[in-house]
């Protein structure tokens, strides 16, 4: 069955350190991977996707991605935490063969504290 | 920036009105999409179409109905509003690749 792993439901980083939110995923084929970031009371935005390529992918906001298809995962990664990336963040996941249906992760609150 | 637009933001009704969550995309998209979210919560894909009059039911089971009549507006209906409908939808669209959000609609229901 295909589905998304965010194990830690909370990280909590200090300012300028570098940050990492974790995602592990099982999907039958080649993934498509994604992640989202929501503020406080607001819709999701879109940060970055996998597709194919290059398996460091930058995104919004100074984050980024690596894709390792050996261990299933697409960690979320930042050099330096501001205390505005606060956020809920989701990791999802769609193979080629879905019917263009994302499975969500849990989502993992991220805690940047001065 | 995504042009998604949802309304109302926030809505606080009694027991047994029917409501209209309305979603609007103007990005020409295809698929669109309804998620419901408890605060700070993960999503459940509640309704979803692929084009006009094209609907599916997601994942979770929903009282609500939606329909399809125009490829921009994607409206969810409660026919009668119960407390346990209390939560956050979120409306989306999305042509081949990323999914683009509203804001949200946050539903509280006496």
């Known amino acids: 069955a295909q589905s998304v792993a965010q194990p830690e439901d909370q990280v909590n980083v200090a300012e300028g350190n570098p940050l990492t939110v974790k995602c592990t995923y099982s999907v039958s084929g080649n993934p498509y991977l994604f992640w989202y970031v929501q503020y406080p009371n607001r819709g999701l935005q879109f940060l970055l996707k996998y597709i194919t390529g290059d398996n460091l992918v930058k995104g919004s906001y100074g984050f980024e991605a690596e894709f390792n298809k050996s261990q299933t995962s697409f960690h979320l990664k930042k050099p330096s935490a501001l205390v505005s990336d606060s956020a809920l963040y989701f990791c999802?996941?769609?193979?080629?063969?879905?019917?263009?249906?994302?499975?969500w992760g849990a989502g993992t609150k991220l805690i940047i504290k001065p | 920036e995504a042009d998604i637009y949802q309304t109302p933001r926030y809505l606080v009704i009694g027991t047994g009105k029917k409501i209209t969550l309305e979603c609007s995309q103007t990005?020409?998209?295809?698929?669109m999409y309804w998620y419901q979210q408890d605060p700070g919560m993960e999503l459940h894909l509640i309704h979803y179409s692929y084009g006009v009059n094209s609907t599916e039911k997601g994942d979770l089971s929903s009282e609500s109905t939606v329909s399809r009549i125009r490829t921009e507006h994607f409206p969810l209906t409660l026919e009668s509003a119960r407390p346990s409908h209390t939560s956050q939808y979120l409306c989306?669209?999305?042509?081949?690749?990323?999914?683009?959000f509203g804001e949200g609609s946050r539903l509280t229901v006496l």
């Open positions: 989306a669209s999305s042509e081949s690749g990323e999914l683009f």
């Open positions: 990005m020409g998209h295809d698929k």
């Open positions: 999802a996941v769609r193979d080629h063969h879905s019917n263009y249906q994302l499975i």
